[in-house]
């Protein structure tokens, strides 16, 4: 009995470590990786110099502190894990984190709406108490879908100020009885200017304007990203559509485009083009920019074969978060030509991903998993 004991705690202390302690290389690309299970579904990532922020489903989210090893690759201390989740809001999941770079490093969360209560909430990555720690005011009955940070105007001080544009979604009109300044089953996108201050009772203080109308857009609106000065949106109907970025946040128009056979459900804007990201294993769309940034001079597909989750890019390397195939990634020098680089057999689905140099942070269905990877 004795003996069977020591075999059971062997078995089990292996297992451990095998889920939450770095692990051999996976073939030649994956230089080191590690699994942090978290045992929920986790939607989305978002990492900086010393913090990392995983959406997780059941109305929370996660905050790592980490510190890199000699090789490099990150050690990771779990900081705060905080269930947003309120009844009376019905409020089920976070869906979106956003780390600014400003000097408190505000963290910006999305509670995605799928028919009850949605909302931003806020944190930072320094530790200090907030106020508010969500918005207080309503924006269009609060129905979410996606946000983008703009912090073109940002000055990196105590006294910042950020920008937030919300894709939103509506139904009836009036509904907010601001009148028809949207369309009855329509999306639009709308911003919101937000203050940072240092606080009196608190450490850090948002105040927080009340939401401004943009544009509007087609009922089948997904997913928006800001990259370059420009807002790309993914919609199921009408593929990827571009605006370009004024200073006050309002957007000018530039084009659409789709691709037959799949519907665009990611989308990422650089300054020099815009990568849509397809499903019903119909890869990318790449749109690349004139020099004038306005208009298409060529558009290129790549990773036809894979559902594209979520899109991120560094350093020449474009990586695709794909579901139950993992993490494709693809090298781009900016011409037309896209590259197969590697592709990563992640331990569960893969919903989205991050690039910080030769890191790769994979948000799935298992935890956060991270990849050093050999560029």
Not at 285 to 304: H, I, K, P, R, W
Not at 332 to 344: D, E, L, R, T
């Amino acid at each position: 009995m004795r003996f069977l004991k020591f075999i059971l705690f062997t078995f089990m202390t292996l297992l451990f470590f095998s889920c939450n302690s770095p692990s051999e290389p996976e073939g030649k690309i994956v230089k080191n990786s590690s699994v942090y299970e978290i045992d929920t579904y986790c939607y989305d990532v978002d990492v900086n110099d010393n913090t990392i922020v995983v959406a997780a489903s059941d109305g929370g989210y996660y905050k790592f502190s980490y510190s890199l090893d000699s090789n490099g690759f990150p050690l990771i201390e779990e900081v705060s894990s905080e269930d947003n989740h309120l009844s009376d809001y019905e409020n089920d999941s976070i869906d979106r984190v956003i780390i600014s770079d400003g000097y408190y490093g505000i963290i910006y969360m999305l509670d995605k709406y799928t028919g009850g209560y949605s909302d931003v909430w806020f944190d930072n990555a320094e530790g200090l108490s907030m106020d508010p720690i969500f918005f207080n005011n309503n924006c269009y009955q609060s129905k979410y879908l996606d946000i983008a940070l703009d912090e073109s105007n940002s000055n990196g001080t105590q006294f910042d100020s950020h920008r937030i544009y919300s894709l939103m979604k509506h139904t009836a009109l009036n509904e907010n009885s601001n009148d028809d300044e949207f369309l009855a089953y329509s999306c639009s996108i709308v911003k919101r200017e937000i203050d940072i201050l240092p606080g009196v009772v608190t450490d850090v203080m948002l105040d927080d304007a009340e939401c401004q109308y943009v544009q509007s857009l087609s009922y089948s609106s997904t997913e928006m990203h800001l990259g370059g000065g420009k807002l790309a949106v993914a919609s199921e109907s009408d593929g990827v559509t571009l605006f370009n970025t004024q200073s006050n946040g309002d957007l000018d128009s530039l084009f659409s485009y789709n691709l037959s056979g799949g519907q665009a459900q990611s989308v990422y804007a650089f300054e020099n083009a815009v990568i849509g990201g397809f499903s019903n294993d119909k890869g990318c769309y790449m749109a690349l920019l004139e020099s004038d940034g306005n208009s298409v001079a060529n558009y290129t597909e790549f990773a036809n074969g894979y559902s594209i989750n979520g899109i991120d890019f560094s350093d020449n390397i474009i990586a695709l978060a794909t579901g139950n195939d993992g993490v494709q990634l693809y090298e781009w020098s900016g011409s037309s030509n896209v590259s197969p680089y590697a592709s990563i057999s992640t331990n569960e689905y893969a919903y989205d991903l991050k690039i910080k140099g030769d890191l790769i942070f994979v948000a799935t269905r298992s935890g956060l998993e991270i990849y050093k990877i050999g560029i």
